[in-house]
């Protein structure tokens, strides 16, 4: 099937600056003050993993003004564990697999949010394609874990409980996985973001060359 273009009133871009880094960085401090006060503060600069080449910061701004509507960081384990295996120890099949994890995910707070937030997800997950990685894990509190069920993303552990994340300031947050597949079988499985991921081409979202 042959993909339909959409264009959006937004780009998404993989940064490739401090100065973008640090603006990343402010616009993170922001978002997450609206739910959690006490981490906004220490979020105002750049994590170490902004800056060591273990991760890569998304950014999405706005077409109208350039003004950040919304950003995330993706890590890999290549380099290091991930930020969530300084809380938890992950099971069998992750270990030894090639995973992502996204966090400091924020967006802003207007009728665009939602649509940010989607075109981050794909993003993500593009760039996980592209780099030839097996799963996206993520740490996500209530109730943001709803969201990531809604899109496919499931319990890493059983009892799917909630347990304090050392980066994420102590809150509780549960732990949820997605398998990077290719694009035969998302639409296959009639998987819920099948048609944003694969059948539908957004030239406003880049992610750079594979791997």
């Given at each position: 099937?042959?993909?339909?273009?959409?264009?959006?009133?937004?780009?998404?871009?993989?940064?490739?600056?401090?100065?973008?880094?640090?603006?990343?960085?402010?616009?993170?401090?922001?978002?997450?003050?609206?739910?959690?006060?006490?981490?906004?503060?220490?979020?105002?600069?750049?994590?170490?993993?902004?800056?060591?080449?273990?991760?890569?910061?998304?950014?999405?701004?706005?077409?109208?003004?350039?003004?950040?509507?919304?950003?995330?960081?993706?890590?890999?384990?290549?380099?290091?564990?991930?930020?969530?295996?300084?809380?938890?120890?992950?099971?069998?099949?992750?270990?030894g697999s090639a995973l992502a994890e996204p966090t400091?995910?924020?967006?802003?707070?207007?009728?665009?949010?939602?649509?940010?937030?989607?075109?981050?997800?794909?993003?993500?997950?593009?760039?996980?394609?592209?780099?030839?990685l097996d799963w996206v894990v993520l740490a996500a509190?209530?109730?943001?874990?709803?969201?990531?069920?809604?899109?496919?993303?499931?319990?890493?552990?059983?009892?799917?409980?909630?347990?304090?994340?050392?980066?994420?300031?102590?809150?509780?947050?549960?732990?949820?996985?997605?398998?990077?597949?290719?694009?035969?079988?998302?639409?296959?499985?009639?998987?819920?973001?099948?048609?944003?991921?694969?059948?539908?081409?957004?030239?406003?979202?880049?992610?750079?060359?594979?791997?």
């Open positions: 099937m042959q993909p339909t273009t959409e264009r959006l009133p937004f780009t998404i871009r993989i940064v490739t600056s401090a100065t973008d880094i640090a603006r990343a960085a402010r616009f993170r401090s922001v978002a997450y003050g609206r739910h959690l006060p006490e981490l906004a503060a220490r979020l105002a600069e750049p994590d170490p993993c902004d800056l060591d080449g273990s991760a890569v910061v998304l950014l999405a701004e706005a077409k109208h003004d350039g003004a950040t509507v919304g950003t995330a960081r993706i890590q890999t384990n290549r380099r290091r564990p991930l930020d969530l295996e300084r809380s938890v120890e992950l099971p069998a099949p992750y270990r400091r995910l924020g967006v802003i707070k207007d009728p665009i949010g939602p649509a940010v937030k989607i075109g981050l997800f794909k993003a993500l997950y593009m760039y996980s394609l592209a780099q030839r509190r209530a109730p943001l874990d709803r969201q990531y069920e809604a899109i496919g993303f499931t319990d890493v552990f059983s009892d799917g409980g909630y347990v304090a994340m050392a980066h994420a300031g102590g809150v509780p947050h549960r732990v949820l996985a997605l398998r990077v597949a290719p694009a035969e079988a998302m639409i296959a499985a009639a998987h819920p973001m099948a048609t944003t991921l694969f059948l539908t081409h957004h030239p406003d979202i880049s992610i750079g060359p594979p791997a």
